[in-house]
C-alpha cells in the first residue's frame, strides 16, 4: 500500500496542515463498488478528505462519519474513517453518467446537487480566499482557498445529538459531518451543500460549523480505461492566532499552485505538495500515517444486526425456507445464511 498521509504544522504552528495520497485507496472503492467516472471522482474525494479529517480525531476508538445528500441523480455519498487512515464509503448511486461541466471536467456538482442547483451554487461560495486554477486534461479537482474571514451563512451549522429532529435539507444538498467520540451520544455539523464539489463545501463547514476558516484541495484524476490514475489532498487550517501576514501569504501561494493532481503527476508527495502550497513558511513534520481502504465489517457483525432486528423478523425469514445473502454497504462483500444459521440466531434473539 502506497498511500498515505502526512501532518504537520507550519508558520511557527500557526497553521495546521495535512496532504495525502490516496490513488490506490480511491481504485479499491470503484472496484468494490462499479462506480462510473463521475462517481469515482466524487467518491475519491471524499475518501481523501475523509482519511485527513479522521486523523485530526484524538482518540483510538473515535469514528468520523463524512454524509452527503443531495438533489442530484448521484444522490450522495457515505464515508467513515477512524484516527489511524483506515476509511471506506460508497456512492448511493453508483452509476451515473453526465455530461462534462463547463470547464469540460467530470460534473461531480452536477452529479450530487444536480445541474439546476450547481450552477447557481457559485453565488453561496465564500469569496474571500484563493480558488486552485483548473489544469490537466482530465483532472477533476475540486479546491477552496483559506480566509481570516467567516462566510457569509445563509444556513448556519447544527451541532447537536444525532437523532434528534434534524432540519429539512437545504435547497441542492446538505453535508454531515458525524463525530462518534464515545461520548453517550455523537455529534453532528450540517451546513448547507454550496457546489457539490466537496472541497469547497467541507471549506464551507469549516468556517460555519467549526469556525475554522481552512483550505481544502481535493484531485482525482482518471485514466481513459476509467481506472484512478492520481489521487489526493489537502487541508490547512488557521488557528486563532494566525497573523494577517500569514493568511496573506496562504491566500497568494494558493492563487498561484497548480491543481493536485497535476501536482501528484509531476511527481510531489504529500510532503512536497505542502512545501509547494506554503512555500516561504517554515513545516514542522508531526507524523506520518499510511491510508487504505480498509472495512471492518464480518459475519459475526453481520449476525448481531440480524439478532438485532427482532425475533418476527427472524421468523418471517425462516418461514420462507430459502438461504439469505446480506451485502455489506461498505465493501460490497456478501454474507450468506442458511435456514439452519437463521435458526440459530433466532435462538440468541429469544
Known amino acids: 500500500m502506497n498511500d498515505y498521509m502526512v501532518r504537520g504544522t507550519a508558520a511557527n504552528a500557526q497553521l495546521r496542515v495535512f496532504a495525502a495520497t490516496t490513488k490506490e485507496t480511491a481504485e479499491r472503492a470503484r472496484l468494490a463498488h ?26 483510538e476508538e473515535d469514528i468520523l462519519t463524512l454524509q452527503i445528500r443531495g438533489e442530484g441523480p448521484g444522490k450522495g455519498l457515505m464515508v467513515t474513517a477512524d484516527a489511524k487512515g483506515n476509511v471506506k464509503g460508497y456512492a448511493l448511486v453508483p452509476q451515473v453518467i453526465l455530461p462534462a461541466n463547463e470547464k469540460g471536467k467530470l460534473d461531480v456538482g452536477g452529479a450530487l446537487m444536480g445541474r439546476e442547483y450547481y450552477r447557481s451554487a457559485g453565488e453561496n461560495v465564500p469569496e474571500e480566499g484563493a480558488g486552485i486554477p483548473d489544469g490537466g486534461q482530465r483532472a477533476e479537482e475540486d479546491a477552496s482557498g483559506a480566509s481570516g474571514k467567516e462566510p457569509e451563512a445563509a444556513e448556519r451549522s447544527r451541532e447537536a445529538p444525532a437523532g434528534e429532529n434534524e432540519p429539512a435539507a437545504p435547497v441542492g444538498g446538505v453535508l454531515s459531518v458525524i463525530k462518534d467520540l464515545g461520548m453517550k451520544e455523537p455529534y453532528v455539523g450540517q451546513t448547507a451543500l454550496q457546489t457539490g464539489e466537496i472541497a469547497e463545501d467541507l471549506t464551507y463547514y469549516f468556517a460555519v460549523s467549526e469556525q475554522t476558516p ?11 480505461n476509467n481506472t484512478v490514475k492520481q489521487a ?4 490547512i487550517q488557521l488557528m486563532p492566532f494566525a497573523e494577517d501576514a500569514v493568511i496573506e501569504k496562504l491566500e497568494r501561494n494558493l492563487q498561484r499552485i497548480k491543481p493536485v493532481t497535476t501536482m501528484l503527476e509531476e511527481g510531489l508527495t504529500p510532503e512536497g505538495i505542502l512545501e509547494t502550497v506554503l512555500e516561504g513558511m517554515d513545516i514542522e513534520w508531526t507524523d ?12 459475526e457483525r453481520v449476525e448481531k444486526a440480524l439478532v438485532s432486528i427482532g425475533k418476527k423478523e427472524l421468523t418471517d425469514i ?29 435462538k440468541q434473539a429469544e
Do not use: W
Open 214 to 224: 481552512s483550505s481544502v484541495g481535493l484531485g482525482v484524476l482518471m485514466e481513459k
Open 34 to 59: 462499479n462506480t462510473s467516472p463521475v462517481m469515482t471522482a466524487a467518491l475519491g474525494r471524499l475518501l481523501t478528505a475523509g482519511a485527513m479529517m479522521g486523523s485530526m480525531m484524538k482518540g
Open 288 to 299: 506520518r500515517l499510511p491510508v487504505q481502504f480498509y472495512c471492518n465489517c464480518s459475519k
Open 318 to 346: 425462516i418461514a420462507e425456507g430459502k438461504p439469505i445473502e446480506v451485502k455489506c454497504h461498505f465493501c460490497d462483500h456478501s454474507y450468506e445464511f442458511t435456514v439452519e444459521d437463521m435458526k440459530e440466531l433466532l
Open 232 to 235: 489526493g489532498g489537502f487541508i
